[in-house]
């Protein structure tokens, strides 16, 4: 066992010592360990894998057909999907300062009574802007609210009101009632 303190040293923590020469007394109670095979003394060759080639007359036809197939998933969806929505009833033109502008499409009402819009923006300050309907030219009820980006926004909102008793629109910033579009 002093064979042990003479490898490990002595700055080892209390009981380790012990430790240690328990585990080296296993050791040599096992014996060393069996020798390798001869047959183990050389790695075997590993597999080599067999490549099937694709012939290249098919190469063409199998990018033709995933194209083709591609195509009619396409068609499909745009058939199914009822082509790019449904036409506008009414679209509304507003303009502001500057170049500012924007279109509204009024679509059919749906089932719960609401009108759907979808109002396309452009030329206003990056910000969040509210869209009102007007009666004698004041704010009346609103439509919701959406933030612009620079270039064109383009944003999904509705009206829940009759809008025969209304006559306008606008879009006013968010917080604020003086309209930078109008109808």
Known sequence: ?????????????????????????????????PELSPAMAVAPEPPTARIVPFPRRYR????????????????????????GGPDPLQTVAMSGPGAASAQLDLFEKDAAGNWPME????????????LWLTRDGKLAEPCGSFAVADGETRVPLNAPYKLRSF????????????PVLTT
Request: without cysteine.
């Open 1 to 33: 066992m002093s064979d042990l303190r003479e490898i490990v040293g002595d700055d080892l923590e209390p009981g380790e010592l012990e430790r240690l020469e328990r585990v080296h007394a296993l050791l040599e109670r096992a014996g060393p360990p």
């Open 60 to 83: 063409y036809t199998a990018f033709a057909a995933a194209a083709v197939a591609a195509l009619a998933l396409f068609g499909l969806g745009y058939v199914v999907g009822g082509g």
């Open 119 to 130: 109002l396309r923006v452009s030329g206003l300050p990056a910000g969040t802007y509210e």
């Open 167 to 178: 006559d306008g629109w606008v879009v006013v910033p968010a917080g604020n009632r003086e």
